[in-house]
């Protein structure tokens, strides 16, 4: 990801969290680092395209209904899980995505809230 779209989705994510009232510090809770980190990457200060950054956005994007296509094809852990088990079938790819919706269950399901006092 080159750098003026790291800030382009940085800002993105800042947006969400203003529309949606998400605390930093829930964010930060959900993706286990602290709340200057996610403070840092809201704001694009110093940042790049790394895993940590990959789950903040990927934490707030759900808020707005999900994540891009182009945000799937750029995340290159899941693109690497997809070619070590896919078998290029459609049978294979439906199977695949069955897994995949089913671990839907496994997310951390605290509802976000804004904290006291914290602000995105």
């Known amino acids: 990801m080159i750098e003026s779209e790291v800030r382009a989705r940085a800002a993105n994510a800042r947006r969400i969290c203003t529309a949606h009232g998400i605390a930093q510090a829930d964010i930060a809770a959900h993706v286990g680092a602290s709340q200057s980190q996610v403070s840092r990457i809201l704001k694009g200060e110093g940042i790049r395209a790394s895993r940590l950054f990959e789950e903040v956005c990927l934490f707030v994007e759900r808020f707005e209904g999900g994540v ?30 069955a897994v995949i919706r089913s671990l839907a269950v496994l997310k951390h399901s605290t509802p976000v809230s804004r904290s006291q006092g914290e602000r995105s």
């Open 68 to 97: 891009s296509a182009d945000v799937v094809r750029s995340n290159h852990d899941l693109i690497e899980a997809l070619q070590a088990t896919w078998d290029g079938s459609a049978s294979d790819a439906k199977a695949l995505a």
